[in-house]
């Protein structure tokens, strides 16, 4: 696994850093010289995870790259709330691309740099899963299938955020969405609709395949880190709660990434040429309530009738820990 | 740290452009703000010791042990003895028992109090000279506390002790199972050093025949005489007192009490009188309590302790009569308002000796003529703020004044009376003091406070088998100190996490350096209180913007 040991200072490991560690056992969010990849001034929503985790993942890989790294953007939100023309707060070199090829236009670059003969500079490209999931899901098949050298990030917020919260193939069942929404008798997104993205990649049995979550930094550091260490094609799958489209008040979108990890909702873990290799457990179980109650999107499920839903929900945390093993000790 | 080596650039014909020119500040409803909040362990500490503070420099390891001393000895100068006998109240308070198990503050405090003396870490001496002489009336730990603060402020202080040693009831009265002697000299020699001048064998028998050499007198006799009840008692019985028994072990006298020994009372004084007489040789030591457990007026881990070593409680029952080894005892009942009535049941018990430890008086002879000095319930009446007395320049302060009679209690309103005194001797108004907003647990994150939970509690768990946390009297050594310090979650105050800074999705706090802590970019916070959120401490407040 790629969990950080670090000793017991007051804080364990979840913390960001803490000033008992020495510079070594530091994240790369604690320190004050920090890449800030993605800078102040940039227009996403109050508590936006998703720029909070592009920061995180993109100094991590500008730390491992020794400050060589070229991005591929998805349209997005990611994109709309950075690039404001004629302004941008990314630091790195970046390029926009259209909403379906960030992932050939980040195999273009890799190829170009292979064809120049440089192996120095890397690659990575990212978006959200409207970008990954849906429109671009051929591209980046493509990418992994030919095991382009391209880290692929994607940032998913469960849905089109930033054109009004439209449902996508990435959205949980029962979400209340602008085009899914809480009437009828199935309110919301219908139960078996959807896929998981992270088992997609699996499949292609690229070099590493790792989820992460906005609620453990080590963590997502770590899972940048490694990745960054291997070439070929990677993905890395981030949980970005959305205090707009989900309906959450934006202090708590961190909260929110815990309680989705905690309730087994969504599973943390690590994958090598398409095999498991390892998982984070829980370590403080949660029922699925807390995850889904702080979220508008799912405020039905708790108007009378919801019951079955939250039943159904539960069954998904039940699977996922099985599936998993996210308890530990199977 | 591999950064970006170029601004970031847009476009070949627009030039340079960063996103920096946009001010998100504006979009904010409720600004983050850091706040320092008082610790619930501090709010509930008798001598009100910053212990969070001292707890942090702990934190540090060997290089902070000497500045954690020297936090903690601002407030008391008795860290060795009050780490040994204190009843630790900012523990019963500590957040952390929400967590897990509170923090060990009390054998940290211990700890720190045992290096220094190892060490021989002297008190600071104050420089300036304010030419006023300060008198204090006995050395107990109110006088000595009491002393120790005013020679800080420059001062020059005398203490008379009418007993050989100082020290008061820590001396005579604690035994020294519970402090040893060696520890309460040095430490009060220390206090000596600091230019105190302790007069012993020098009581105070008339106030006014002395303090007209002084501009300010601070009477700290304690209440070191026996509280008596009427018991018949025939010729042959044997009754003392149980505060002159611990007074007599303390002072290398010890009495012979038989075999057999009744102890009447329910206080502290009566379990150290009865552990003490079961290691005078006594095979039978029995307490007699008139109320139940739950109204005893001894601390739990004294009545557990006692308990341990053999003591018999006897409930609900008051001694009637005393003929020779003959004790006559009344089975009580509690009426609707929980107050002990006789039932007319009596029942017989053989003890060779009685002990009276039913509560004890302050000696204030030396107020005779002093009729300015109000008395009150057997203690002098004090201002509840200054702690001054009736008289002009007069305080009092300890058990010989009203308020809770332990040794923290007492150090605590001895350093209250010195701002005081300090006050009336620079003609100053004594500052209000600032209302204290408590740190209270629903503003902690506890979720950063341990790690994956098996590997801390294993870790905690032999920590605390090792050390024996506070039911062992032996202490901890430096590496299980330091450990019981960083359990400590700094409640209300940062510590320097970095999880603000770390998880601002604006880039919007800035990071300034060791013990600098952070500052929010107000031109860029958006407001959205995640800071606040996931602060473990609690040390962030939201507050609503104005404009």
Avoid at chain 1, 1 to 13: C, Y
Avoid at chain 1, 24 to 34: A, G, I, K, L, N
Avoid at chain 1, 85 to 102: C, D, G, Q, T, V
Avoid at chain 2, 53 to 72: H, I, M, P, S, V
Wanted: charged share 20%; with cysteine; hydrophobic share 40%.
């Amino acid at each position: 696994m790629t969990t950080v040991h670090i000793p017991f200072l007051q804080t364990g490991s979840l913390a960001v850093g803490g000033r008992l560690l020495s510079a070594d056992e530091r994240s790369v969010q604690s320190h004050s010289d920090r890449p800030s990849s993605l800078t102040k001034g940039h227009r996403a929503c109050q508590g936006c995870a998703e720029a909070l985790a592009a920061r995180w993942v993109m100094d991590t890989a500008v730390d491992a790259a020794g400050g060589r790294l070229v991005v591929a953007n998805a349209t997005g939100c990611l994109e709309v709330f950075s690039t404001l023309y004629p302004e941008s707060a990314w630091k790195p070199p970046w390029i926009h691309s259209l909403f379906a090829n960030a992932a050939a236009v980040a195999t273009g670059i890799a190829s170009s740099l292979r064809a120049q003969g440089r192996d120095d500079v890397r690659v990575l490209a990212q978006g959200g899963d409207g970008g990954t999931v849906d429109i671009g899901l051929a591209a980046v098949s493509g990418m992994f299938e030919r095991n382009d050298d391209v880290l692929y990030v994607c940032y998913d917020n469960q849905g089109y955020m930033n054109t009004g919260v439209q449902r996508s193939s990435a959205t949980p069942a029962s979400a209340r969405t602008a085009t899914t929404p809480a009437v009828g008798s199935t309110p919301g997104q219908a139960f078996g609709q959807g896929k998981s993205m992270v088992r997609i990649a699996m499949a292609h049995e690229v070099p590493y395949v790792a989820s992460a979550t906005p609620a453990d930094l080590r963590d997502l550091e770590a899972k940048v880190r490694t990745a960054m260490s291997i070439h070929g094609a990677r993905y890395l799958h981030v949980l970005v709660p959305c205090p707009v489209g989900w309906g959450s008040e934006p202090s708590q979108s961190i909260a929110l990434a815990r309680s989705a990890v905690q309730s087994g909702i969504f599973p943390v873990l690590e994958a090598r040429a398409g095999e498991l290799t390892d998982v984070q457990r829980i370590r403080e179980r949660c029922d699925v309530t807390e995850y889904l109650r702080p979220q508008a999107r799912f405020a039905h499920l708790f108007r009378p009738g919801g019951e079955d839903a939250l039943d159904r929900w539960r069954a998904l945390a039940e699977a996922n820990i099985r599936r998993y093993d996210l308890l530990g000790g199977a | 740290m591999n950064g970006h080596d170029a601004p970031p650039t847009v476009g070949l014909s627009t030039g340079p452009a960063t996103s920096l020119a946009y001010h998100t500040g504006t979009w904010r409803t409720e600004r983050p703000v850091y706040v320092d909040l008082a610790p619930p362990c501090s709010l509930a500490c008798p001598s009100g010791e910053d212990i969070r503070g001292w707890l942090g420099a702990t934190q540090e390891g060997e290089a902070g042990f000497e500045a954690a001393w020297r936090r903690l000895v601002a407030a008391n100068p008795l860290p060795a003895v009050m780490g040994r006998i204190c009843y630790h109240p900012c523990q019963a308070d500590c957040n952390r028992g929400e967590v897990d198990e509170e923090v060990g503050i009390n054998a940290v405090e211990r700890f720190l109090g045992d290096t220094a003396l190892e060490r021989g870490w002297a008190l600071p001496v104050p420089a300036a000279s304010s030419g006023r002489r300060v008198l204090v009336v006995g050395s107990g730990p109110a006088g000595l506390s009491a002393a120790y603060h005013l020679r800080q402020l420059g001062h020059e202080v005398v203490v008379r002790e009418a007993a050989a040693e100082p020290g008061g009831m820590l001396r005579y009265g604690i035994p020294a199972y519970r402090l040893p002697r060696d520890v309460l000299a040095a430490e009060i020699r220390r206090i000596e050093d600091t230019g105190v001048r302790i007069e012993r064998s020098t009581p105070v028998t008339d106030l006014r025949a002395v303090e007209a050499e002084f501009h300010a007198v601070v009477l700290t006799m304690g209440a070191g005489v026996a509280h008596h009840v009427d018991i018949p008692a025939g010729a042959a019985s044997h009754i003392v007192d149980a505060i002159d028994v611990l007074r007599d072990v303390a002072a290398g006298n010890a009495p012979l009490v038989g075999r057999r020994v009744a102890v009447y009372g329910g206080g502290n004084t009566a379990m150290d009188a009865a552990r003490t007489a079961r290691r005078l040789g006594a095979a039978d030591a029995v307490v007699v309590y008139r109320r139940t457990r739950e109204q005893m007026p001894a601390h739990a881990t004294e009545l557990d302790d006692a308990v341990g070593e053999g003591v018999r409680v006897q409930w609900l029952s008051t001694i009637a009569a005393v003929d020779g080894p003959r004790v006559t005892i009344e089975r009580m009942t509690l009426d609707d308002e929980g107050r002990p009535q006789g039932t007319g049941v009596f029942e017989e018990l053989d003890a060779d000796t009685v002990m009276l430890a039913v509560g004890q008086d302050a000696d204030l002879t030396l107020l005779k003529g002093a009729t300015d000095i109000a008395v009150d319930g057997g203690v002098i009446a004090v201002d509840p703020v200054t702690l001054m007395t009736g008289r002009e320049g007069v305080f009092a302060a300890g058990d010989v004044s009203p308020g809770s009679r332990t040794a923290t209690y007492a150090v605590g309103r001895g350093a209250r009376a010195v701002r005081a005194v300090d006050a009336y001797l620079r003609s100053r108004v004594l500052p209000a003091e600032p209302v204290a907003r408590s740190a209270s647990a629903d503003r902690l994150n506890t979720w950063y406070y341990s790690d994956a939970p098996k590997q801390h509690r294993a870790e905690l768990a032999a920590a605390r088998r090792v050390t024996g946390f506070e039911e062992v009297l032996s202490g901890l050594d430096a590496e299980h100190a330091v450990f019981e310090a960083r359990r400590c979650m700094s409640c209300g105050s940062c510590f320097e996490c970095d999880n603000c800074f770390g998880m601002c999705p604006d880039d919007a706090i800035r990071k300034l350096g060791p013990g600098m802590r952070y500052e929010v970019d107000y031109d860029y916070c958006k407001g959205c209180g995640i800071c606040a959120a996931e602060c473990p401490c609690g040390a962030i407040d939201m507050v609503p913007e104005v404009r």
